[in-house]
């Protein structure tokens, strides 16, 4: 079992930056897929990028490509999530999640952290 914990969320203006991490429990850390989901108000949960075991590859949605980069510390047990230029768009509790494959669907995510709110003021 993995315990997923995240922090480093707040309140940003536009166009600033932000580092999320997602500090995980247990030995078999580099054993997980590693992905970050965000939920607006209203809004269903929505992938935003993923990042395989080995840190060989990694995968962005649309609307954070070349904004956002998902990174793994396998021997400290985190994974990262560096936002650049944040829009107000971007507004959302942001969740770690846990899983053994590399997909964007959240619900072949086995375990996931409690969620830390990210706002972006225009």
């Known amino acids: 079992q993995v315990q997923l914990v995240e922090s480093g969320g707040g309140l940003v203006q536009a166009g600033g930056s932000l580092r999320l991490s997602c500090a995980a429990s247990?030995?078999?850390?580099?054993?997980?897929?590693m992905a970050w989901f965000r939920q607006a108000p209203g809004k269903e949960r929505e992938f935003v990028a993923v990042i395989s075991r080995s840190d060989d590859f990694t995968y962005y949605a649309d609307s954070v490509k070349a904004r956002f980069t998902i990174s793994r510390d396998n021997a400290k047990n985190t994974v990262y999530l560096q936002m650049n230029s944040l829009k107000s768009e971007d507004t959302a509790v942001y969740y770690c999640?846990?899983?053994?494959?590399?997909?964007?669907?959240?619900?072949?995510?086995?375990?996931w952290g409690q969620g830390t709110q990210v706002t972006v003021s225009s």
């Open positions: 999640a846990a899983g053994k494959r590399v997909v964007v669907t959240a619900t072949s995510y086995n375990y």
């Open positions: 247990g030995q078999t850390f580099s054993t997980y897929t």
